[in-house]
């Protein structure tokens, strides 16, 4: 098979692992040929944006996930040698299409023979080719432990995929994989591998609707996550059926639902809500329902936390506020305490940073409450 189709098939099955990165769409701007659409991503992979290569290794799996594309691909496999891969990825990197390697794979055979190749792509990247810059490596279920610390040394983000919140739930989704001993282990032995300065970061990924699972369901396992381990951050791929698998027929899930839990990840790790805050936002059902915004719909279930005194809240008070992020909160009080200014409007408040018409009716201001909560429910 042409090494060209090669990349095309394993980055169109690359899609479904996300990364926080989307296809290139303006490929003309970028002056990046056509042909390589299907494996060019753009994606903020560290601090800053960064436009990566992103393939499986292989595509030929031994597992049998229900919504995987892997499982069902029964014609079109491929796989990149290693030194297939550096090189592809060397040429890209050197003609200034990519600046980062998002490197996956289906498991063929056994997974430690698996993980070597990738290891090996890498290793030849950073050896032979001496590129120095970002690659994220995906751990592979059932893989060996010193195999992922041997991938710690040269990435610079490791990920595995939960895909779902409990054992009980990833049974409905696979038979092969065992979710304890087989995923949520080796999630545990990258965060062994970051408390001992191995590792740079390392990250999951949920699939939502799949399995039945709520969106209660979903913010406890990220409680229990982001309590118990350094994860840096949980992704979430709304389920689509894929034609081919167990699964093709079953409904898919709204992208309503997948932005939603983006924003509740958010309001974790940014702004530092608790769980029961986020279940104020929760419908009967345990769901977010249609809220567009999860912070203003817990404020609006929340109504006798305001308003609040934004010339004498504390910074977690100021980030309750719809409105006020943590870059707002933090001038707002830098303003009060270092500058001995007061607020006295709402212009005022929105110079700092703050989105006024979210904020007004949730704030008080020199003894006012600047707007009516009853005309923005």
């Keep these: 098979m042409p090494l060209l189709e090669k990349l095309r098939l394993l980055g169109n099955a690359a899609s479904w692992d996300s990364c926080g990165g989307v296809k290139q769409k303006n490929l003309r701007k970028a002056k990046i040929p056509a042909s390589y659409s299907s494996f060019v991503y753009d994606c903020a992979a560290s601090s800053e944006p960064c436009r990566l290569m992103k393939v499986l290794q292989s595509n030929s799996c031994i597992h049998d996930c229900k919504y995987c594309v892997n499982s069902a691909c029964k014609s079109g496999k491929a796989e990149l040698a290693p030194i297939e891969l550096a090189k592809s990825f060397d040429s890209l990197q050197r003609q200034g299409y990519v600046e980062g390697l998002f490197l996956s794979s289906a498991v063929t055979g056994e997974a430690d023979k698996t993980a070597e190749k990738m290891i090996e792509s890498v290793r030849l990247l950073r050896q032979r080719f001496g590129f120095k810059g970002y690659v994220h490596l995906k751990v592979l279920p059932t893989m060996s432990k010193h195999l992922i610390f041997e991938m710690a040394e040269l990435a610079n983000r490791l990920s595995v995929n939960l895909e779902t919140v409990s054992k009980s739930h990833w049974e409905t989704l696979g038979s092969t994989k065992d979710y304890l001993r087989d995923l949520q282990l080796r999630l545990l032995w990258l965060d062994e591998a970051k408390r001992k300065g191995r590792l740079t970061s390392f990250t999951t990924q949920l699939i939502l609707g799949a399995a039945g699972e709520t969106d209660l369901d979903v913010l406890e396992k990220m409680?229990?996550?982001?309590?118990?381990?350094?994860?840096?951050?949980?992704?979430?791929?709304?389920?689509?059926?894929?034609?081919?698998?167990?699964?093709?027929?079953?409904?898919?899930?709204?992208?309503?639902?997948?932005?939603?839990?983006?924003?509740?990840?958010?309001?974790?790790?940014?702004?530092?809500?608790?769980?029961?805050?986020?279940?104020?936002?929760?419908?009967?059902?345990?769901?977010?329902?249609?809220?567009?915004?999860?912070?203003?719909?817990?404020?609006?279930?929340?109504?006798?936390?305001?308003?609040?005194?934004?010339?004498?809240?504390?910074?977690?008070?100021?980030?309750?506020?719809p409105g006020i992020g943590p870059k707002t909160a933090e001038k707002i009080i830098e303003e009060r305490e270092q500058q001995g200014k007061r607020f006295h409007s709402m212009r005022e408040l929105q110079q700092a940073g703050a989105i006024a018409r979210r904020a007004m009716p949730f704030v008080q201001i020199d003894g006012a409450r600047q707007a009516k909560l009853s005309a923005f429910c």
């Design 223 to 321: 409680r229990w996550l982001y309590g118990n381990t350094l994860l840096h951050r949980t992704y979430f791929s709304a389920f689509q059926p894929v034609k081919g698998t167990a699964l093709e027929k079953k409904d898919g899930e709204k992208p309503l639902r997948e932005y939603q839990l983006y924003q509740s990840d958010w309001l974790l790790r940014k702004y530092g809500f608790k769980l029961n805050e986020l279940k104020l936002g929760l419908n009967e059902e345990n769901r977010f329902g249609n809220a567009r915004d999860i912070k203003h719909e817990i404020a609006l279930n929340n109504p006798n936390q305001f308003p609040i005194d934004v010339n004498s809240a504390g910074k977690e008070e100021l980030l309750r506020v």
